[in-house]
C-alpha cells in the first residue's frame, strides 16, 4: 500500500522555510526594511567617479541615509549631461524640537517637507566629498552654506530635489579653467622681455656703475667711521679708567664732608637749645601783653561808645569851653576898639561910669 503523506511534517517544513526566509532578510537588509524612509534626488554637473550604490548620505557627519540610485540624464535644452543621484532618508535619523522642546521624530511627511525647504532657504547644500582616500570612494555631505544661490534642475516630479553645489576639487579645476593661461603665459613672455632689455639698456648699466661707485664710496665712509669709532672707544675706556681712580677719593672726601656736617649741626642742635627755651619763654609773656592790650582796647572802645558817661562829660566841657571862647572873643574884640576900658574901665549907657 501506498503510505499516506504526514501533512503535519510538511506544514512544519514550511513554516521553518518561511522563518529562516524572514530571518536572512533582517540579516541582510537589517530593520530598513519595515523602516519607512523619505527619498531625494540630486544633480551634480560634474563628475561622481568614486560614488557608489550604498554611499552615505551625511549631515554634519551624522549618517543620513545612503544613496539608492545613479543615474546619467542627458540636457536636451543645455546639451550637456548631468549625474542624477537618489538617496533615502532612514526614518527616525533625524528627530525635531518643538515649541515644547520635547524630541520627536519626523514621521508627517508634510512636515518633514516644509523643514526640508527651511533647512534649503537657510542655506543646506550638497557636496561631493572624499569618503577615502586610499581607496577613492565618495559620500554625500549636507552642510550649509547661507551665501549660496540655489540652483535646481526642477525635473523631477516625484521625488523632492535639493540644490548641490560642485566639490572642492571641482571649484579649483573650474577656477583654474578660467583662466586664460594662454594669454598669462604671453604676459609673462612680455615682461621678461621688458626686464632683459631694461637690464642690458644703456641707462641701467651707467646705473650700475654709479651704484658700485656710490658703494666704494659708502664702504670707505663705513672703513673711516670704524677708525673713528675705535679711537672713541680707545679714550672712552680711558676716560672710565681714569673715573674710576678718581672716585674711590671723591667718595671718601664726601663720607668725610658728610660726618662734619653731623657733628656740626649736632653742636648747632646744642647751642640752640638754651636759645628755644628763652624764645618760647618771650613768646608766651608777649601772648600775655597781647591779651592785655586787647583788655585794654575793649575798655577805650566801650568808653568811647555814643551812650558812655565819659563821652557826654567831654562833649558837656567841650560846650562850655565854646561859650568861653565866644566871651573871649567878645572882650577882646572890646578891648581893641577901647583900650582906654583897661584904666578907667567900662562906661555905663547913659554916660557914666
Do not use: C
Request: hydrophobic fraction near 45%; glycine fraction near 8%; aromatic fraction near 6%.
Amino acid at each position: 500500500m501506498k503510505k499516506e503523506v504526514n501533512k503535519t511534517l510538511i506544514g512544519a517544513f514550511i513554516i521553518g522555510a518561511l522563518a529562516l526566509f524572514i530571518a536572512v532578510i533582517l540579516t541582510l537588509g537589517g530593520r530598513n526594511l519595515f523602516e519607512p524612509s523619505n527619498s531625494y534626488v540630486l544633480y551634480f554637473p560634474g563628475s561622481v567617479k568614486g560614488l557608489g550604490l550604498g554611499a552615505p548620505v551625511q549631515l554634519k557627519g551624522v549618517t543620513l541615509g545612503k544613496v539608492t540610485a545613479i543615474n546619467l540624464v542627458y540636457d536636451l535644452e543645455n546639451e550637456s549631461f548631468l549625474n542624477r543621484v537618489a538617496f533615502e532618508v532612514t526614518e527616525g535619523s533625524i528627530k525635531i524640537a518643538g515649541s515644547s522642546m520635547k524630541v520627536k521624530n519626523l514621521n508627517d511627511e508634510s512636515t518633514m517637507t516644509e523643514t526640508v525647504d527651511n533647512l534649503v532657504n537657510g542655506g543646506l547644500r550638497a557636496k561631493l566629498k572624499i569618503q577615502s582616500v586610499l581607496t577613492g570612494q565618495l559620500l554625500v555631505d549636507f552642510d550649509f552654506y547661507p551665501d549660496t544661490p540655489i540652483h535646481l534642475v526642477g525635473i523631477e516630479d516625484d521625488l523632492h530635489e535639493l540644490p548641490t553645489l560642485p566639490s572642492d576639487m571641482e571649484a579649483i579645476e573650474q577656477t583654474l579653467e578660467d583662466l586664460d593661461i594662454g594669454g598669462l603665459v604671453e604676459s609673462l613672455k612680455y615682461i621678461a622681455k621688458g626686464i632683459d632689455k631694461l637690464i642690458n639698456s644703456t641707462a641701467m648699466q651707467t646705473l650700475a656703475a654709479n651704484a658700485n661707485q656710490t658703494l666704494s664710496v659708502y664702504r670707505q665712509l663705513a672703513e673711516n667711521l670704524n677708525i673713528e669709532a675705535v679711537a672713541m672707544l680707545a679714550d672712552a675706556r680711558q676716560l672710565i679708567q681714569t673715573t674710576d681712580n678718581q672716585i674711590p677719593p671723591m667718595a671718601r672726601g664726601i663720607v668725610d664732608t658728610a660726618a662734619g656736617l653731623k657733628t656740626a649741626i649736632d653742636h648747632m642742635e646744642q647751642r640752640l637749645q638754651p636759645a628755644m627755651t628763652s624764645i618760647d619763654a618771650a613768646a608766651a609773656s608777649a601772648k600775655n601783653t597781647f591779651h592785655q592790650a586787647d583788655a585794654l582796647l575793649t575798655n577805650l572802645v566801650y568808653l568811647s561808645g555814643e551812650d558812655s558817661a565819659l563821652v557826654y562829660r567831654i562833649d558837656e566841657t567841650l560846650t562850655e569851653t565854646r561859650k568861653a571862647a565866644r566871651t573871649l572873643a567878645i572882650l577882646a574884640d572890646y578891648l581893641n576898639r577901647h583900650p582906654e576900658a583897661l584904666l578907667r574901665g567900662k562906661k555905663a549907657r547913659g554916660g557914666t561910669k
